[in-house]
């Protein structure tokens, strides 16, 4: 199993940056997916980027140009560059990975939760 620990999060004003991390401890065996999601307040969560183990990234259209996705495969993390934020990125940012299971399976970890708050 997994532990998904985020930090990076904060207040910062528009057209700021933000850089989110997430570490995950415990078995790395296996681990496929990690990425970023996030959920606003009244929202439903939404994917932010995602990079696979083999480095495929996939990024939200919204944020594409100003945020981009990092993996460190060795390390077992993930990092969220957020440059240019708008008020629109407001939002609970999650980290998440992927794990295959003994069974060939796959399980999704999730941790707490950063927050971010863009705001004059």
């Known amino acids: 199993q997994l532990q998904l620990v985020e930090s990076g999060g904060g207040l910062v004003q528009p057209g700021g940056s933000l850089r989110l991390s997430c570490v995950a401890h415990g078995s790395s065996w296996k681990i496929n997916t990690m990425g970023w999601y996030r959920q606003a307040s009244g929202a439903e969560r939404e994917m932010v980027a995602t990079v696979s183990s083999g480095g495929r990234i996939q990024i939200q259209n919204t944020v594409k140009g100003r945020f981009t996705i990092s993996r460190d495969n060795v390390k077992n993390t993930i990092s969220l560059q957020m440059n240019d934020l708008k008020l629109e990125d407001t939002a609970l940012y999650f980290c998440?990975?992927?794990?295959?299971?003994?069974?060939?399976?796959?399980?999704?970890?999730w941790g707490q939760g950063t927050q971010v708050t863009v705001a004059s």
């Open positions: 998440l990975a992927s794990q295959m299971t003994m069974n060939l399976g796959e399980n999704e970890y």
